[in-house]
């Protein structure tokens, strides 16, 4: 299985709303990220979990909220979002790569996420 | 500070010619690199890597790229373009002691359109 599945794959949102975006992985891999991507943009780094703990958080608003429940699962909590928050949110993940064991990352296909 | 450069917002070419999309980069020390493919409405796929050894890697669909660490350039090619390699393209970068996690850095992504 090298698969990212990430669900939903849209979703439309109040700015009052709270909802959650999920991520699996059974790869073995132990860092899994979170990105988001604008339009034509490249991809932003959000957070970095790394063996389940948050490894890296890029400065974002704490209007979302990562949460890393188990080595295969990752999640993002949203609350009282903005407009221009909409975007697409990918997930990733690596396997934790130590003395030049380096891997790509897997993709999911990601959350298009609507705030009106 | 790492970065990537990726000068053509577009690149058309036709089918069945050679393509090449452009990436130099800027990191401390030898780098990994890697180039993403991304479809509309998709996460990124992998396609190949450079990591150490031979300049030249070979990757998925075809397609190939040459590390060249005296111009910092890893410019990806295809020797026949196909209709369908129509997508996005980011090239990345990230440094050699960067703890084992991706903290990478993407290029802004070129648009390739073979027309047929």
Redesign the interface.
Known sequence: DTE?T?TPKHLVMGMTNKKSLKCEQHMGHR?M?WYKQKA????E?MF?Y?YEKL??NESVPSRFSPECPNSSLLNLHLHALQPEDSA?Y?C?S?L???S?R?T???????T?LTVV | AQSVAQPEDQVNVAEGNPLTVKCTYSVSGNPYLFWYVQYPNRGLQFLLKYITGDNLVKGSYGFEAEFNKSQTSFHLKKPSALVSDSALYFCAVRPRNSGGYQKVTFGTGTKLQVIP
């Open positions: 990212v990430q860092a990220y034509k943009k490249p991809p780094l970095v790394s490894s890296i697409l990918l990733a690596s934790q790569g130590f030049g380096e790509e990352a897997f993709f999911g296909q990601g298009r």
